[in-house]
């Protein structure tokens, strides 16, 4: 269920360059998916554009282009559930949003190309999804999306959230704190 919020330079991205860019960003979130290319998958695919009035955008204390490389100012911030993604993959989400930003908008060639695209993953604790007017869990997506629960994604999920339990043991944290598999409230695995 991954969302994608992209800001960028008032100006920078037309009508046609937005619909490409949303086309390959949807991509990259089916990939994310694990290739969830369901009816479920395809509907949790979301991408948000907001534009950044001139002005309004500094880097390095400037307003300017002075510390900014081609093909400019861009930052996609990636809501994931949280548990989803080892670190490997997210690099992989790193890489693959800032292509689909250089693919998209062209540029100057520049040693540097790509520098200023900034891709922030946020990883949204187990519990505080919702929609419908009810809380979504990570496993209760993976069915949605068709992401096989017995498959190797889901096993390291599994293993998250039971070391994840294990530390909220621990520490002694309520059983109904939350951010847990709900399998796993209150377990000790």
């Given at each position: 269920m991954?969302?994608i919020?992209?800001?960028?330079?008032?100006?920078?991205?037309?009508?046609?360059?937005?619909?490409?860019?949303?086309?390959?960003?949807?991509?990259?979130?089916?990939?994310?998916e694990?290739?969830?290319?369901?009816?479920?998958g395809?509907?949790?695919?979301?991408?948000?554009?907001?534009?950044?009035?001139q002005?309004?955008?500094?880097?390095?204390g400037?307003?300017?282009?002075?510390?900014?490389?081609?093909?400019?100012?861009?930052?996609?911030?990636?809501?994931?559930?949280?548990g989803?993604?080892?670190?490997?993959?997210?690099?992989?989400?790193?890489?693959?949003?800032?292509?689909?930003?250089?693919?998209?908008?062209?540029?100057?060639?520049?040693?540097?190309?790509?520098?200023?695209v900034?891709?922030?993953?946020?990883?949204?604790?187990?519990?505080?999804?919702?929609?419908?007017?009810?809380?979504?869990?990570?496993s209760?997506?993976?069915?949605?999306?068709?992401?096989?629960?017995?498959?190797?994604?889901?096993?390291?999920?599994?293993?998250?959230?039971?070391?994840?339990?294990?530390?909220?043991?621990?520490?002694?944290?309520?059983?109904?704190?939350?951010?847990?598999l709900?399998g796993?409230?209150?377990?000790?695995?």
């Open positions: 991954p969302v919020q992209l800001q960028y330079p008032q100006g920078s991205l037309d009508a046609e360059r937005k619909s490409r860019l949303a086309s390959r960003l949807t991509e990259v979130m089916l990939q994310m694990g290739g969830a290319r369901t009816e479920g395809i509907a949790f695919a979301t991408v948000l554009f907001s534009e950044v009035p002005g309004d955008w500094w880097t390095g400037q307003a300017d282009e002075r510390y900014v490389h081609p093909p400019g100012r861009f930052l996609a911030r990636v809501s994931i559930p949280e989803y993604m080892n670190q490997q993959h997210k690099s992989e989400v790193h890489a693959a949003v800032t292509a689909a930003v250089l693919d998209c908008v062209s540029g100057a060639p520049d040693p540097k190309r790509g520098a200023s900034q891709v922030i993953i946020e990883e949204i604790i187990e519990g505080n999804w919702g929609a419908g007017g009810r809380t979504i869990s990570l209760s997506i993976a069915d949605t999306v068709g992401q096989p629960k017995d498959g190797e994604r889901f096993r390291w999920v599994r293993a998250y959230f039971a070391a994840k339990a294990r530390q909220f043991a621990a520490a002694g944290y309520p059983s109904d704190a939350g951010g847990l709900p796993d409230r209150g377990a000790n695995p």
